[in-house]
């Protein structure tokens, strides 16, 4: 077993070298190098192309999938070794895709087979581009007030209403979205609809953030019609795929925290403050609060690889999402702290081709949503308090 | 002196408060930065100010100014904090005017009336790297004769490129972490040999990198003492030091005044947000923090009008403090705003972005515990 | 004017570098070296009894009071040079008492003039000393539903009940108290009552804490007969009397957060940890936080001085006492925290001759009451949080 | 290796579990303390440990242990941590077990047996000053052809002046800050010139100052290599770096455990006072620690069990995080049980005793993050 294990490392280690481009072991210097995939993809360069194809073509995008919807079908120990050889050869990941992290585990939990092979393998390809409507302008943390409505017209449902905070729904192929089709119920009366952005009625626009990016979107639906077998899990149920679906997101935004991309907080400190005669980062106090940090930060990456662990083997409290999303994005916060106090006024130069475009500040900038989207920090404390250690209701 | 405004402080408070929020509020910041304005900051608020008599709150009344004290700087800047004002008061008005009250009457008089009347605009150039290290200065000046040949370059200085007077340190002798040998220099921007490159900052107001090369000047442009630098250096630091944490302390109380505003309105789960123990107790934390800051503040600029010993000391105190209080009421802006927060339509970002350009400006909390850990011995 | 504050100022150095005896401007090592004073006090030296002596004959322990009730009669700017001066000589506060930081301002305030008569100028010469009975069993920081109740027997009160963390009640002689006179009103129906530890019914027992120390008592009363004329401000109004003084409570622990007795923290530190190649503290991450520390101790201090400023000038609100105790105490605690962290193993001594009996660990475990003792943190904030933010009820 | 306990290791938890929260609970500490008992733990508790195999966890089957690892040793002092049991385990079952694991088997057949049966008490005398710097060594043992003559002295050896066996490092050749020239050596207690004092702590737990006067071991006392005892020294330093954070760990569970009660049952203002949100969110942030700092210590255990070269830094960070979790875990549990949980009556202040006590030992969290820096290279 433990040798098959080895083995399984050993070709795993020799096909990435071999497969993998050089370019794509290079760390990621800003979101840009994001491979997002999808219909209208343009890819930055050969190699991203490349590496996609390659990864997809082992099915190895979503190593962990069964192989009957596009899956590698790997063992939780086989996937974590991939993991692991992935890490330590710094290779960029082939595919970002809120498919693979969200509605993937929804749709193999809730879908019916025909959901499954219809959109399962196009996730794992990268084909379809998936993007989420859950928050709604008057209902942010809070999502029993859901007001976009699903008219059950037959055969179809006509919807209506308006999304906001739609990552990158601007880009996207189709839409898994919560949508009110039973006005009389609060959380009973939510179903968990999936559509095509091509459909007639649908209109997105940016939102431009504080960053100055734009990575979501209003999201606009007047009379879309949407077939009645695009329901996933059963009408008036949504509530369970999306709380379901939840604890996936927190997961995937809580791995911010752990050990970010390019060159690690202390190398960028010293970078640019240097060092003193004694060869220590020449800024003793904002050496010690990085040093207190990395505590952290280490021990959170431990504590993330406990989680996977846990979760893998179904051991895992399920709000333990929570305190997951909780921890690194609150971690990933400080981070970016860090790093503009030791950026120095460079760090602050919003539009300078030396600053990469202000990358630094608009990067701490967009760190600050972490803590908001997907469910507020304080939410999350709430279901740690609530669900964890059992205290009571006000 | 009691460690609260006096009544003529008030009434100036009373009368800057609603000047400055008429003349030049959050929209004001918006409408210049959508703009795209290369100044970064409008001439005509400017020269407002100069007419309400701000830009020589400092400035003795004998050189046309109003003859007050660091306190009443504070006062303004903390409007300019609230209000979120591109200006370069606090390098003009306060830096800069408290180097030339050291140099000697022909000085004063070559410049401070300019400054009084809002013709003026001074940078400091004081910063040689991203990161704050006043002390360490290697940008050479050459003495031959009676002039000076300046050669090197500074970074950081806010609006430096539209500055008409740039206040300088400089190598006269001595090598770069040398503690004498420093001189200031006061060198119009117009000289031959000087070049300014403007910078963006996240804040959209502008901040340049000044590079001088072979730049002449006579003994006339000498701040004080040649090698005799540091001391005003050192008060000039002390005055701005503590004139950012006033104006952080303004963008920190209009971004607690925003965020209050915003907790006793939004509702969720049925529920007024403001009502959340919670938020609440984080609420009050943050309260008392700039309640602290200002306390300290104050005194650092009672100190500096007092010309008490401890002010420089104070003024890190202050600017460490204030940076700590106003970093925790930004952030908690921003969060307890929840994704309406995270908007450029919506205002609470800017004082997030005016705050970070503050805390980094003369020095961060880091830099000033570590100072005042220095100058304490340990 | 300001000649005269000067001339003043010459006048109070010279006197008191005249009359403070060399061993009361040393900095006091514990509190054992505090003075309360009352009828029972041993006096720990002839300069502690002979300080207390020439100050209260000035009429300096009280230095603001009127003098019609032993006060100095000071003006607020002159109370504020002495203060000065005290301090910059180092001179050790003659008496500490409750008397005079929480009772006198009551009595000034709520007193009779047969009251003020009686009381004040004994608690200005230390001959009566005081403690107080607000806590109960059962209600903590909740005094409304305090228990311990006065019968109206016509000329007198009876009272009965249980009172517990009264400071020093065991050495106290007389007692400032609340009691409940009416069982239906709930805060309406306190009364502040005045009386002599000594009266038949009254018995005290020392709580023992975690630090070792017995600071605090367990109070009992069992049909004590209190005269009608020793309740102060009306009947049933007693909770007026006592959120006044409750502020002057708050304003004294307050203090503790500023620059503490004796040595300061980066001094004691360095005694411990020495000093590196460079000169600094030769633990850099502790160094960094007890820099950090320092900026928050130096602007407390200016706070402080900010906050008794405005309340001698009246202008300050009446919450903010809550907020400088809650800021003070909680300083209080990180001090300590950082001088065991600073003193290493040997601070952790709790018995030996080296470490003073503990002296560091005691201190340390003993700040941990600061912010429970009267009132806890969590009640400074939501007072702060309603009475000053204007934040609503839940 | 997946990062959560096995199923064999789940086993043994729950066998750990019952047996010490019956055999030593903390009202066994209480009444050693009331009694003033001057060894600081009960032999008898010790004799029970070994009974069930605990003393033994670490030693291999050859010489009568259990043949486990670490993780299975974190197992063990999680309990004692949680019942707060005074109790050798650490310097003996983990620190001189580790130490001797690498010494030849003569050695190993001298002292493991006597370990695992419980008869025998070890201490390590690392530190020479109040503060945790073992990696400065000035105590001196000088050679004489096979024998050494060891003076200098060592402090902070919990249960020194009860231990038979001191595992005591010292400078074979070289200078005090040197890497090179440290020998580790096995040093019976009652060894003509060995003066031990004990200290009662803030705990009520025993720490000696132990005073090597011309002491003479011959080579068979040494442990590996002469002048090789750095790597032996970091290898148990690691150990009981980890183990520490273990008993930490339980520790905070413990007091966590006994606040989320009193929140559940304590009525203020006509409420449960854990209803109460801000006290919620600071319950939640607490928990979340805790899982951070049981992962972190967890993750150095696994990695000193397979022998791993990052478990050195692993276990700077577990002890780091778990100084932290841990502290935070006491300070709240003191606060929130409000004025009983300052009583010596009530158990709760004895967690913040303990843990104080356990975050300096092997250093503390400031210690750990220098540590961990210079590791990194800043």
Redesign the interface.
Known sequence: MADDLEQFRRETRAWLEENCPPEMREPMRSEKDVCWGGRTWTFQSEAQRRWLAVMAERCWTVPDWPREYGGGGLSPAEAKVLRQEIASLGCRKPLESFGISMLGPALLKYGTEKQRLEHLPKIARGEIRWCQGY?EPNA???LASLATRAEDRGDHFLVNGQK??TSYADQADWIFCLVRTDAAAKQRGISFLLFDMETPGVSTKP????S?NSPFCETFFDDVVVPKDQVLGAVNDGWSVAKYLLGHEREMISGMGGRALGPSLPERALR??GRDAEGRLD????RA?IALFEVRSHAFAAMSERFMDRLKAGSVHPAQASMMKYLGTELN?DRH?LL??A??????????EASHG?AA?RA??RS??N???GG???IQ?NIIAKRILELPEA | M???LDPEQEMLADTVRPFIAETAPVAHLRSLRDAGEPAGFSREVWQGFAEMGFTGVLVDEAHGGLGLGHVEAGIVLEEIGRNLTPSPFLGTAVGAVEALRQADEAMQVAWLPGIVRGEVVAGLAL?E????RPERVALKAERHGNTFRLSGAK??VPFGHEADLLIVSARTSGSEADEEGVTLFALPRTQAGVTVSA??????SM?ARVALDGVELDGSAVIGEVDGGRAVLDRVLSCVRAGAASEMQGVAEGASAMT?DY??QRR??G??I????????R???L??EL???R??T??AQQSLDAGSDTAD??AS??K??AG?AS?LAV?EA??MH??I?????YDI??F??RQ??LA??FG???????R???M???
């Open positions: 928050s942010g943390s809070d906001v905070w939102i431009r953030l504080i100055g640019r403050a800024d003793p106090v904002l609060r916060k702290e503009m106090a950026g120095g006024s460079e760090a602050l130069e919003w539009e300078s202000g500040a701490w900038l600050k949503a803590s908001i989207e507020t920090s304080e404390l | 009691p460690l609260f910063d790297s991203a990161r704050h970074q950081f910078q963006r900052l996240a804040d959209s901040a209050l907790l006793k969720q789960f529920r007024v403001g009502s959340y123990q919670a938020l609440q107790h609420a009050a934390h309260y008392s309640e602290v800051a306390a300290a104050l005194k000391r104070e105190v202050a460490a403090m700590m970093g952030r921003v969060q929840g994704g927060g995270m908007t450029d339509e970002g800017f997030m972005k970070r350009v980094e400006m961060d909390t880091d830099y000033h515990a570590d005042l850990a220095r304490e011995g340990y």
